[in-house]
């Protein structure tokens, strides 16, 4: 008798637990919609985050990272889905992933990402963040390969913005390759090659007079060779 009076009060806990658990689903189901609709981000984090849970889908969570990382809060995104490397993840999540860690200096990590993600969907725009994630972390041969893919399929609609002024402004993808050909080629040999990379972005600049970043580039490898210069002068005198 015993026995059967736990089974009950099981079974009515059970039944209760469910109830509630899908009116607390259909809850934040409409108060994410209200909070879509109004616009707000935080009430629409808080929402999914309430709804994965209640009721954990991984869809859902990627989408929430994405939302986190397109706010800027990267180690939010990351928390949410983790930085690992896993063969089942959605496109979404290798974006949020590898555009994440890129933004919190940590290239080694993201490089893995990226090159899932081009793997998935070769173009010269993956390709450009992978020279400059190889770049950073001082892969020259990988670069290279990247560079070279880029210079040869970017088109010529495509284009690349840049930041460093107050006023933003994009160059043509080509151009920013070029501006990346020029840098690797400086890192192979700082002394030897340094007049090869400013050739580099002569070029570029012919293409794109605007292109702020490759000309103070060019200026700072100018001032760079004529103080190689000047030292050989000191040492022959």
Known sequence: ??????????????????????????HYEAYYKQMKAQGDIQGIINAMTHLNVIKPVQARKDTLAY?????????????????EKNASDSD?????????????????????HYQEIFKRNPNPYVAYELAELNMQAQNITEVEKH??????????????AFFETQQPYEVPLKTAF???????????????????AINILEEALKTT????????????????????????????N
């Not at 939302?67 to 930085?83: D, H, K, P, W």
């Not at 560079?147 to 690349?160: E, Q």
């Open 92 to 112: 979404m999540a290798l974006e949020v992933k590898a555009i994440s860690l890129k933004a919190l200096k940590q290239p080694a990590l993201a490089i893995g």
């Open 147 to 160: 560079i070279n893919y880029g210079l040869a399929n970017a088109k010529d609609d495509m284009k690349k």
């Open 1 to 26: 008798m015993k026995k059967l009076i736990g089974v009950i009060a099981l079974s009515i806990t059970c039944s209760l637990y469910a109830q509630t658990s899908n009116d607390l689903l259909k």
């Open 209 to 236: 007079p605007n292109f702020n970043l490759a000309q103070l580039t060019k200026n700072e490898l100018l001032r760079q060779k004529q103080e190689l210069q000047n030292a050989t002068t000191e040492q022959k």
């Open 178 to 196: 070029m501006y990346l050909n020029a840098l690797n080629t400086f890192n192979k040999d700082r002394k030897a090659n340094i007049d090869a």
């Open 67 to 83: 939302i986190y990382m397109s706010e800027n809060q990267y180690r939010q995104a990351l928390n949410t889905i983790g930085f």
